[in-house]
């Protein structure tokens, strides 16, 4: 029989599970409890007995995705600096098509937004932000004590690779810049990754690719 912290822990997930849906069909602005709710496997009432108002439940959620955002990025299945890199910065990358993956990386911009005027926001949203230029900077400190990176500061470059790839995304998902985040992958390999590297290492072979292919 499944504890009270057992069932208070699928509960949060669900509805965690349900706000990342809603925020990915309906994004930020457009985002209502009954969307939520829409999603939300148990009933609507239970919804509310935990949250109260919108922002109640998107400030837990940011609190939720920091952890699972910079873990994801974190991932991988090998230990070499490199292709860890590769994959990071490819997992920016928002394909044409890709429709749950653009709103909800719009509803996250949208999020940021709110940190301009909400210190709630702003204070749990500075953690997400430093979590995942950290991810960065942890490959780049191990590809430099590898000797497969040059001396660096991995911090600095972390966040020069990261806030490149945000801004990419960025401009794909509110201007229709097409292809912007793909075409940043390939030139933060062309240029960044490379000059990074230490002699007779290159990067990956997608760089300069047709990004229709």
Request: proline share 2%; glycine share 6%.
């Amino acid at each position: 029989m499944a504890s009270e912290v057992d069932v208070q822990e699928d509960t949060h997930e669900a509805i965690m599970g349900a706000t990342y849906h809603a925020l990915c069909k309906h994004g930020y602005a457009h985002l209502t409890m009954q969307d939520i709710a829409d999603e939300f496997d148990k009933s609507r009432s239970l919804l509310h007995y935990h949250y109260d108002t919108k922002e109640e439940l998107l400030l837990a959620f940011v609190d939720n995705i920091v952890g699972w955002i910079g873990d994801r990025l974190a991932e991988s299945e090998t230990e070499e600096p490199l292709e860890r890199l590769e994959e990071y910065i490819d997992r920016f990358v928002i394909e044409p098509g890709e429709e749950d993956r653009e709103t909800f990386a719009l509803a996250l911009l949208e999020l940021r937004v709110q940190a301009v005027h909400n210190d709630e926001f702003r204070e749990k949203l500075s953690v997400h932000y430093e979590k995942n230029v950290e991810t960065v900077a942890d490959i780049v400190a191990d590809g430099i004590d590898a000797g497969v990176f040059r001396e660096v500061d991995p911090e600095a470059t972390g966040e020069a690779i990261y806030t490149a790839l945000v801004g990419a995304r960025m401009y794909q998902v509110t201007l229709g810049a097409e292809h912007a985040s793909r075409r940043m992958r390939d030139q933060l390999a062309a240029f960044v990754v490379d000059d990074l590297l230490t002699d007779g290492r290159e990067p990956a072979a997608y760089a300069g690719d047709d990004p229709e292919n």
